[in-house]
């Protein structure tokens, strides 16, 4: 196409090629969060209420689609949604698979499974064993009791929480002065299931819970 202007008895033609397009000046790419994507078993809430409520940090918090519960499928999926979404480790992407172990036998193959599937660089499985409110519970105590199931652990948990409800839509608040008393309790169970012999991912390996891993990423 032509732009003609015109100043005093002189016309001027410029001709400028099809397609152009200005350059946008000052222009840049703003460099977006890290996102930590993350796949929960099914419909618990749990997990969700809690980590939702680290807002307003360097890094977002994204959860996987998808209601499976086994850890395998889990991890498939969040494989799946990491490359749909076009995450990447440059820019520090990372995905989590948190599941609880039940002290189960069968639940202990599945995740050795997911374990397979997962990358010790972008994708991690995070196991609680029995459940998740081991983690919950180490905001208040330590305590290396041999639970048998996750009743138990919820029974024993509502000695200091006494209101505490798996969809309770305030937890994190309830919780959040307490997260380096959380991390030090995770830690220490971690350390006394390893000098009893036993290895992580196991039913063995009890009580433990490593979400103070997802936590310590989103404080980074």
Same mark, same amino acid.
């Given at each position: 196409?032509?732009?003609?202007?015109?100043?005093?008895?002189?016309?001027?033609?410029?001709?400028?090629?099809?397609?152009?397009?200005?350059?946008?000046?000052?222009?840049?790419?703003?460099?977006?969060?890290?996102?930590?994507?993350?796949?929960?078993?099914?419909?618990?809430?749990?997990?969700?209420?809690?980590?939702?409520?680290?807002?307003?940090?360097?890094?977002?918090?994204?959860?996987?689609?998808? +209601?499976?519960?086994?850890?395998?499928?889990?991890? &498939?999926?969040?494989?799946?949604?990491?490359?749909?979404?076009?995450?990447?480790?440059?820019?520090?992407?990372?995905?989590?698979?948190?599941?609880?172990?039940?002290?189960?036998?069968?639940?202990?193959?599945?995740?050795?499974? &997911?374990?397979?599937?997962?990358?010790?660089?972008?994708?991690?499985?995070?196991?609680?064993?029995?459940?998740?409110?081991?983690?919950?519970?180490?905001?208040?105590?330590?305590?290396?009791?041999?639970? &048998?199931?996750?009743?138990?652990?919820?029974?024993?948990?509502?000695?200091?929480?006494?209101?505490?409800?798996?969809?309770?839509?305030?937890?994190?608040?309830?919780?959040?002065?307490?997260?380096?008393?959380?991390?030090? +309790?995770?830690?220490?169970?971690?350390?006394?299931?390893?000098? +009893?012999?036993?290895?992580?991912?196991?039913?063995?390996?009890?009580?433990?819970?490593?979400?103070?891993?997802?936590?310590?990423?989103?404080?980074?």
């Amino acid at each position: 196409w032509q732009i003609w202007s015109c100043s005093g008895n002189t016309i001027e033609v410029v001709i400028m090629a099809k397609g152009y397009k200005a350059k946008k000046r000052n222009s840049f790419k703003r460099k977006r969060k890290s996102i930590i994507l993350v796949a929960t078993e099914g419909n618990n809430k749990t997990e969700k209420q809690y980590l939702q409520g680290f807002r307003n940090l360097d890094k977002r918090i994204v959860f996987a689609k998808g +209601n499976y519960t086994d850890p395998e499928n889990m991890m &498939a999926n969040l494989r799946s949604e990491y490359d749909k979404l076009e995450l990447s480790q440059e820019d520090g992407d990372i995905g989590y698979c948190i599941v609880d172990m039940d002290v189960s036998e069968k639940q202990e193959k599945a995740i050795a499974k &997911a374990d397979k599937k997962a990358d010790s660089q972008k994708l991690k499985v995070i196991v609680s064993n029995p459940n998740i409110e081991v983690w919950i519970l180490c905001h208040f105590r330590y305590t290396s009791k041999q639970f &048998a199931s996750a009743a138990d652990v919820i029974k024993e948990l509502k000695k200091d929480y006494p209101e505490y409800d798996k969809s309770s839509p305030d937890v994190f608040d309830k919780l959040k002065e307490k997260i380096d008393v959380a991390r030090e +309790n995770a830690i220490l169970l971690e350390q006394n299931a390893v000098a +009893n012999g036993f290895k992580p991912h196991i039913k063995g390996f009890l009580p433990s819970t490593e979400l103070y891993k997802v936590v310590d990423t989103l404080l980074k």
